[in-house]
């Protein structure tokens, strides 16, 4: 479908809408009633179809607004349907994650902070806010007090709304219960997952996350314009250059500012250095899951280089904060892009080597084919994005879909793998850090001349968003301003907020062995996730713990290894 | 210097702490335990379980949900211990300061159950590996 096609296809669901509109080009934002929103949302999603995103929900005054983002990829379009809701006493809105599985957590996620009731939700329990966070206390709302203020509620570790529906779905925990996590020797982050086994097969997988919830989108309410960038690249360390970039995509889009071209290139090529060492990042720690030390050490020392660069040029190792509205704040001075062109040809032979190395095992073959196998239309239902999406054969790529920076006339490929296992997996991360080597090298040949940034004097009111491709997968960002000098709302969302509940598909019917592999194999970063998991006994009783589940699936690897050669 | 004392400084074993930090202090952590910087020379190891640690990584500024984790990680310590705030939010909840879902930072929390922990800072965002290497042997000769 091209643009038009597209229109005509949306207008067809005109006599439920209250309003479309279409600003700028591939931006339509379509309005409702909150009555009409589930009707809505299922052709959006099952009839046109398009890909579901993310949801926001914004406190205005007199009303509540549920903004369902969806993107149409083929063309890079982004389709938003607002739904109004009008009762502010006791706000509800029909659930839509009984046929969009995605959109589960976001749902629940609106309840914990805006007080939103969603009918019929397969799952109503607490998902970002703490367990002793007080019933009844919002704190997106406007006119949510500070914690000091706030007159102590009710402690509850129980969910604040009893499901409705009979298709709960918790662990029952009269089954074994297997905990992963929460504290991983190696993992940098605290995470846990609840898997309840029948011998060695998994048959159910619960979360638990908050951890993590720092409040961003309230903090970004405080700061200025200019001040986000700097708070939206401490959402992760590892995503430090691509969430700026979403952010500062959608400002700019509303704001109608035109960066100049020098700064698109540089922009691209700290974005894709951010890639390329997470990528590396990532090698590492599935080499360490299966047992392989020596591609950890290995891997992490050839990632050392390109923080290094990214020092040289930003300033520091992670958290470049180089991304501005209208620009960049650092140049790439022209006497660097020998050493950067050098280092890339170093890096590109080490991965090269690599990438051999692991294509060619015939222990890395039995071990990760066939694993974790997330299927295309658990993908599509789950709403997966990068690497996780492109290995199960759903080919989305931002940067090629709707393109930003310096993508657009640089020459690269997607990469995609139809099997949707722990291997394909592997293959497009190891295959995109050698894409990502090939476009910093283009981007620095084609680097044009002139400044990196325009001077910016005002934000107009509007609302936008922005979206680029992170290394684990489209980063989204949805920015409103009313003229003033900060935002209004802001809302984030990281890849791995939709890629982490995919375990559900993919874990589910194997092996326990296989665990580790396959919740590491979405690379998920729960700081991403702004949350994280513990579980607590509950009289369940404890049948392993991360030590020796880290045994088992190297036991296997060695099992394998032994039987091959 | 007691025999404790002692042990906790020859060849510390620490646990790494991630209270909702942004994954930066953190992948540096690991950082330090690859080839270029290998603290495990040093014989500074990462150990799975805080029963086995010398001393405690903390990162971030310590959300509502991971306070009362971190409390049990810290009393499942044996001490003496040193706890070691790694990074601007650790050290007094950085960028997060407002947040409302931050009760900490990290000596606020530890302080409340042991008013008279060792607690070391390392500030940065994130702080390099030279700077956690240079933090953990400061703190090291003070005690």
Known sequence: MNQQQLNTRISEIRDKLTAIEQKPDNRIWLSCESENAYAVNKFLFEEVPLRFVIATVIDSDDYFEVLYHYAYDEIGCMVTLKALIRDRENPAIESIAPFLPGAEWIEREMHDLMGIEFRNHPDMRRLILSDDWPVGVYPLRKDAKKPAERPDGEPSRRPTVQSQSPARRTVQLSKPVLPVGPFHPLQEEMELFQLAVDGEIVTDIDMRISYNHRGMEKIAETLQFDQVPFLVSRICGICSASHPLAYVQAVEEFAGITPPDRALYVRTIINELERIHSHILWVGLAGHFIGYDTVFMWAWKYREPVLDLLEEITGNRNNYGNVRIGGCREDIPDELKPKIIAEMDKIEKKMVMLTKAVLDDPVLHVRLKGIGILKKEDAINYCVTGPTARASGVDIDVRRDEPYAAYGVLNWNVITQPEGDVFAKAVVRLLETLEAIKIVKEALVKLPKGPVAIEVKQIPAGEGCGHAEAPRGETFHYVRSDGGNRPVRHKMRAPSYVNVPSFKASCLGGNIADVTITLASVDPCYSCTERLAVVKDRGGKVLHDYETLLKLSREKTEKIRKEIL | ?143
């Not at chain 2, 040093?42 to 001393?55: E, M, N, T």
């Not at chain 2, 947040?99 to 060792?118: L, S």
């Not at chain 2, 940065?124 to 000769?141: Q, R, T």
């Open chain 2, 1 to 143: 210097m007691g025999l404790s004392t002692k042990a906790v400084k020859k060849s510390p074993w620490v646990f790494h702490v991630n209270t909702g930090a942004c994954n930066n202090c953190d992948i540096e952590i690991v950082d330090l335990l690859t080839p270029r910087f290998d603290v495990e020379r040093f014989g500074i190891k990462l150990v799975g379980s805080p029963r086995h640690a010398d001393a405690l990584l903390v990162t971030g500024g310590v959300t509502a949900q991971a306070a009362p984790r971190l409390r049990e990680v810290y009393r499942q310590t044996p001490k003496p211990c040193v706890v070691f705030a790694i990074g601007a939010c650790a050290c007094g909840k950085g960028i997060f300061t407002t947040g409302y879902h931050m009760v900490g930072p990290v000596d606020k929390i530890i302080r409340e159950i042991d008013p008279d922990a060792i607690i070391a800072y390392v500030p940065g965002c994130p702080p390099k590996p030279e700077a956690i290497i240079s933090g953990v042997v400061k703190a090291l000769a003070a005690i």
